[in-house]
């Protein structure tokens, strides 16, 4: 029998309406999100947490602007407004946010020179968080996920649990994109594709 776990993805201030970097209708996953977390028995929170001066913020780079690309060593980035820097209250999860129940808080971006979009890789496709090896220690083989945003954080996120073997399904009512030049629709097919369950 399958056993399941719900990872709530990037519920923080800086991804809400009026944060750095607002998901339109972020908050309007919250309450959604505080009933499911009653259902799961196992509860994972991811929180994107970076330093000042992280290498994914157009503001590092000179002459650039938020939501313009760079190259990195390891690829293409899109570079974002300062956001979610550790200790900030952007930071913070959103604070309706009942996670009292979560086990654990993957933390997510701390490495100054590689982004993460997914929670189980950062960016350069190599360095992991060590969220499989935690979910196959506890014997999840199912993942849920919920959360900010769609088409990045949430998305990469469950490219990568299909790629470590777990099954995987995104619930889309309880989540908001960002939709970067069609990234939704673009993540959504790769996600339908990969064997993601779009619920
Ligand atoms: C995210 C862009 C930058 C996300 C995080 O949570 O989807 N997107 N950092
Ligand atoms: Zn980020």
Redesign the pocket.
């Known amino acids: 029998m399958a056993k399941d776990a719900l990872i709530v993805?990037?519920v923080q201030n800086d991804?809400c309406p009026g944060g750095a970097?607002g998901v339109d209708g972020g908050h309007e996953i919250v309450p959604i999100i505080n009933k499911l977390m009653q259902r799961f028995d196992r509860v994972v929170l991811t929180q994107?947490w970076h330093t000042p001066g992280h290498s994914?913020f157009a503001s590092s780079h000179p002459g650039k602007a938020p939501f313009e690309t760079v190259m990195m060593p390891y690829g293409e980035q899109?570079l974002?407004p300062d956001?979610?820097i550790q200790g900030s209250s952007g930071a913070e999860f959103h604070p309706d946010l009942v996670w009292t129940k979560a086990e654990l808080v993957i933390r997510k971006?701390f490495h100054p020179h590689i982004?993460s979009?997914s929670t189980f890789y950062e960016n350069d496709r190599k360095t992991p968080t060590g969220l499989a090896g935690y979910l196959r220690e506890r014997g999840i083989t199912n993942v849920t996920f919920a959360g900010?945003?769609t088409?990045?954080?949430?998305a990469y996120s469950a490219l990568d649990a299909i790629a470590h073997g777990f099954t995987a399904e995104v619930l889309l009512d309880a989540c908001r994109g960002?939709d970067l030049g069609g990234s939704l629709a673009a993540m959504t097919a790769k996600m339908r594709k990969a064997g993601v369950v779009l619920v």
């Open positions: 993805v990037d991804f970097l994107d994914s899109v974002w956001h979610c971006g982004d979009y900010l945003a088409d990045y954080c949430v960002i």
